[in-house]
T-cell receptor, first 114, second 115 residues
Framework: EDQVTQSPEALRLQEGESSSLNCSYT??????LFWYRQDPGKGPEFLFTLYSAGEEKEKERLKATLTKKESFLHITAPKPEDSATYLC???????????????FGPGTSLSVIP | GAVVSQHPSWVICKSGTSVKIECRSL??????MFWYRQFPKQSLMLMATSNEGSKATYEQGVEKDKFLINHASLTLSTLTVTSAHPEDSSFYICSARGVFGQPQHFGDGTRLSIL
């Protein structure tokens, strides 16, 4: 069964304390992996798309990497404004039906303490 | 960047009322639009997927007659919650995507409260 998991469920960091969030997936026919940031009461904000293993994308203090089984979102020297829930989503195509689907992970809630 | 506008952002109404939520892609053509429901501290739950000019595809367990979706143009989709009841109270979020493989871009959600 296609599945996307994220760990940890929640992460509390001191300002400046770098860390990584994990997104693990088991899907057939991967077409892309997306990272989003969601603030409370808002819709998710798009951050990155990764299409193939080995690919990396960077934006300010965030860097996303992709392997064949997982993706990491590295946060370098985080600031309090980086506090949010980070969601990953996997786009895949079912082999039998060619049905296109996007599966969201449950998210990691990040809190950065001043 | 791609902008998706969702309206209204907040609505309170009486039980039995029907509520329409609009989702517009402002600067790109949305071949596909998605409607999600999100409960507090939980992830997104996909309700339905709609392609412009076609009938929406509903996820298992989502009542088609309860949640009416229309995607009449490449920039507008609407979700109508018919005869809403308190259990329909939730945070509803739409997203829009251009061609396959591109990321979804989300609206800011609609907080629906049914009294």
């Amino acid at each position: 069964e296609d599945q996307v998991t994220q760990s940890p469920e929640a992460l509390r960091l001191q300002e400046g304390e770098s860390s990584s969030l994990n997104c693990s997936y088991t899907v057939s026919g991967l077409r892309g992996l997306f990272w989003y940031r969601q603030d409370p009461g808002k819709g998710p904000e798009f951050l990155f798309t990764l299409y193939s293993a080995g690919e990396e994308k960077e934006k300010e203090r965030l860097k996303a990497t992709l392997t064949k089984k997982e993706s990491f979102l590295h946060i370098t020297a985080p600031k309090p404004e980086d506090s949010a829930t980070y969601l990953c989503a996997v786009q895949a195509v079912e082999k039998e039906t060619s049905y296109d689907k996007v599966i969201f992970g449950p998210g990691t809630s990040l809190s950065v303490i001043p | 960047g791609a902008v998706v506008s969702q309206h209204p952002s907040w609505v309170i109404c009486k039980s039995g009322t029907s509520v329409k939520i609009e989702c517009r892609s402002l600067d790109f053509q949305a071949t596909t639009m998605f409607w999600y429901r999100q409960f507090p501290k939980q992830s997104l739950m996909l309700m339905a997927t709609s392609n412009e000019g076609s009938k929406a595809t509903y996820e298992q367990g989502v009542e088609k007659d309860k949640f009416l979706i229309n995607h009449a143009s490449l920039t507008l989709s609407t979700l109508t919650v018919t005869s809403a009841h308190p259990e329909d109270s939730s945070f509803y979020i739409c997203s829009a995507r251009g061609v396959f493989g591109q990321p979804q871009h989300f609206g800011d959600g609609t907080r629906l409260s049914i009294l």
